[in-house]
């Protein structure tokens, strides 16, 4: 039965990939008191907040939020730049791409999913090739977007954007792309103007350090002019109003005004550190958490090493163990959360999340708890993680700034 009276000394270990644990100096600006969102003050917060977080994006365009989990934003993506029965193209990544291809038909879209048999393209990233293979027979352009999720956060894969994007542009097929990062913004490296993205899809929960609640999309030129042809009916999730009102710093509706005081202090935060030092932090404590997972003699999800995840990894169960409840027990002795295998590898791996406001000794924690609640799961482990990634971590210093 839910307990909900029972609170453990010292704080709980969020280490699942989104939402990740929320910063203190973020919760301390959510505190303040809500304002008037037609007010001056409100203005000149919606002004600041909307032209930092292009930084983050990497992009010289508008970037509308919504009141919303990134599958709203998932939504607002599609309804704005497609008509019933358009054609789209899609890449089974994992579970996330595979929900998101599930919304596209329901949405009386025509998805096609590209992939590889079986579970192997759960273990591997977007293949630009078979893209690029597909919109080459599409001489007639039947087909009007290639839908990808840039970090796959149920396997811990980061696919290669600019590829797709190369891929595109081969053969000169005018499809938009739409690419999913919600677990990716402000983890992985992301560039949504180099990449020629039309429209990016974020979340608040993840890399952005905050509450779930907020998602984004941003956009390009080409896609703002499309959304104004194209027919799938919307209204709440329509860019054109949002972006007007942006201009000045207000929303056609009430915003989340405290997710936005936090939104604002975490593009502080992020751009305080620099996004690169960002980016780096995040490369080393994986590069710590996989340092682990070998040292165990267990499998990363990931097959490919140029593709793995500054975000989270995932850890193959040996055949015959339940990872569920290797994770469960992990949860009841050690008050560490951790991911559980979604869609088809349920049961078989769990995902440690390694983003955000974490630091060496957070994950070499959670690395504990992994260990241990392995050991008493009765997984046979080679040598100890703990040790190696604290190895790893005392070898390789983030460069002092
Ligand atoms: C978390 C996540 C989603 C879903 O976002 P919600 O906020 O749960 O609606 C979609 N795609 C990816 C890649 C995610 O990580």
Redesign the pocket.
């Known amino acids: 039965m839910l307990n909900l009276d029972y609170h453990p000394s010292g704080r709980h270990f969020l280490q699942i990939?989104?939402p990740s644990p929320v910063p203190d100096r973020i919760l301390r600006a959510m505190s303040l008191p809500t304002i008037d969102h037609r007010g001056p003050e409100f203005g000149a917060l919606g002004r600041e907040l909307l032209d930092k977080i292009k930084q983050v994006f990497k992009t010289g365009n508008p970037v509308v939020i919504y009141p919303a989990?990134?599958?709203?934003a998932?939504e607002a993506a599609l309804v704005n730049v497609l008509s019933p029965g358009d054609r789209v193209l899609m890449f089974e990544t994992g579970h996330?791409a595979t929900?998101?291809q599930k919304m596209a038909l329901r949405l009386g879209l025509e998805p096609e999913f590209l992939g590889l048999p079986g579970t192997e393209g759960w273990r591997q990233g977007v293949q630009a090739d078979m893209i690029e293979a597909r919109l080459r027979e599409d001489g007639g352009h039947e087909i009007k977007a290639v839908c990808v999720?840039?970090?796959?956060?149920?396997t811990g894969v980061t696919s290669d954007i600019a590829a797709v994007r190369r891929a595109i542009d081969a053969v000169g097929h005018p499809a938009l792309l739409l690419v999913?990062?919600?677990?990716?913004l402000a983890s992985a490296d992301y560039r949504h103007d180099e990449w020629g993205v039309d429209v990016t899809?974020s979340?608040s929960?993840?890399g952005l350090m905050l509450p779930?609640g907020i998602?984004f999309n941003a956009v390009s030129d080409k896609a703002i002019a499309t959304s104004r042809e194209a027919q799938l009916p919307k209204s709440f999730w329509a860019w054109d109003e949002i972006i007007e009102a942006n201009r000045n710093g207000y929303w056609p509706y009430t915003p989340s005004t405290n997710l936005l005081y936090g939104l604002n202090e975490s593009l502080d935060m992020l751009l305080e550190e620099g996004l690169d030092h960002v980016l780096a932090r995040h490369q080393r404590w994986a590069a710590g958490v996989r340092a682990a997972v070998a040292a165990w003699g267990l499998e990363i999800q990931c097959q490919d090493a140029a593709l793995y995840s500054p975000v989270l990894t995932g850890v193959m169960m040996p055949d015959g163990v339940d990872a569920d409840a290797v994770r469960q027990l992990i949860y009841e002795r050690f008050d560490l959360s951790l991911g559980m295998g979604l869609g088809k590898v349920k049961g078989r791996m769990f995902r440690i999340g390694h983003l955000g406001d974490c630091n060496d000794l957070t994950l070499i924690a959670t690395l504990g708890g992994c260990e241990a609640g392995m050991k008493l799961s009765g997984v046979p482990l080679k040598d100890s993680g703990v040790v190696a990634a604290l190895d790893y971590f005392a070898r390789h210093p983030l460069d002092a700034r």
């Open positions: 990939p989104g989990s990134g599958t709203g998932w996330f929900l998101w999720v840039h970090n796959e956060t149920s999913d990062t919600i677990s990716g899809i979340g929960q993840k779930p998602s």
